[in-house]
């Protein structure tokens, strides 16, 4: 199936610092999805993205696409004790199975 | 209260036995997906079903099956054949099988096989 890269595995930060997950295809993509699962939760859907260089925000956290459509970006500002979880990427390949990929995911610890 | 809902909750079996994971959805979502998670692993695909009555391999099915006869219910059956069954179980729905739509999940089953 699809090659996706998450990195990195784990984060851990203080509470207020900023954090970063990014998400990597060899291929061009269709699109991206986000998703957040809370310790002991099931995944959450996050966003959507489906345009060339598109940025989206929720709040702290910013969302972007690569120009190239074969990266993505998950940032969070000013981190906070409910922003821990799994962050995982779900990607669709142009031209590829319509079924997306998920990535390993990215664990973020917040320390208070 | 729309949703998926997934049981139970943990589940325990002996080695050599099969077991069935429940998974409903009242959303009328068309589309299905049983996953597993491993830790460190993310979601691995088992298998999906895009309509009642159908359903496909996803990257990891050996020792594993599904039936979809019904559009609300897609169950999974953990068979003896599946080497390593301790997991965690996840089934999602989505409005249709392509990439664009979201896939909403269930609280998932934790299964112990010993």
């Known amino acids: 199936g699809q090659q996706v890269m998450q990195i990195p595995q784990y984060q851990h930060v203080q509470e207020g610092e900023d954090f970063t997950t990014y998400c990597n295809s060899s291929?061009?993509?269709?699109?991206i999805q986000w998703y957040k699962q809370r310790p002991g939760g099931h995944p959450v859907f996050l966003i959507q993205?489906?345009?060339?260089?598109e940025v989206k925000k929720q709040k702290r956290l910013t969302f972007q696409f690569g120009e190239a459509k074969k990266n993505s970006s998950l940032h969070i500002t000013a981190t906070q004790t409910t922003d821990v979880g799994t962050y995982f990427c779900?990607?669709?390949?142009?031209?590829?199975?319509?079924?997306?990929?998920f990535g390993r995911g990215t664990s973020l610890i917040v320390h208070p | 209260d729309g949703g998926i809902t997934q049981s139970p909750k943990y589940l325990f079996r002996k080695e050599g036995q099969n077991v069935t994971l429940s998974c409903e959805q009242n959303?009328?979502?068309?589309?299905m997906y049983w996953y597993r998670q491993d830790p460190g692993q993310g979601l691995r695909l088992i298998y999906y079903?895009?309509?009642?009555?159908?359903?496909q391999k996803g990257d990891i099915a050996e020792g594993y099956s599904v039936s979809r006869e019904k559009k609300e219910s897609f169950p999974l059956t953990v068979t003896s054949a599946q080497k390593n069954p301790t997991a965690f179980y996840l089934c999602?729905?989505?409005?249709?099988?392509?990439?664009?739509?979201?896939?909403?999940f269930g609280p998932g089953t934790r299964l112990t096989v010993t």
């Open positions: 993205l489906v345009k060339s260089g």
């Open positions: 291929t061009t993509l269709s699109n």
């Open positions: 959303l009328n979502h068309d589309a």
């Open positions: 779900a990607l669709r390949a142009s031209g590829g199975s319509y079924i997306p990929t």
């Open positions: 079903s895009q309509i009642v009555n159908d359903f």
């Open positions: 999602a729905s989505s409005l249709g099988a392509q990439g664009i739509y979201e896939q909403y």
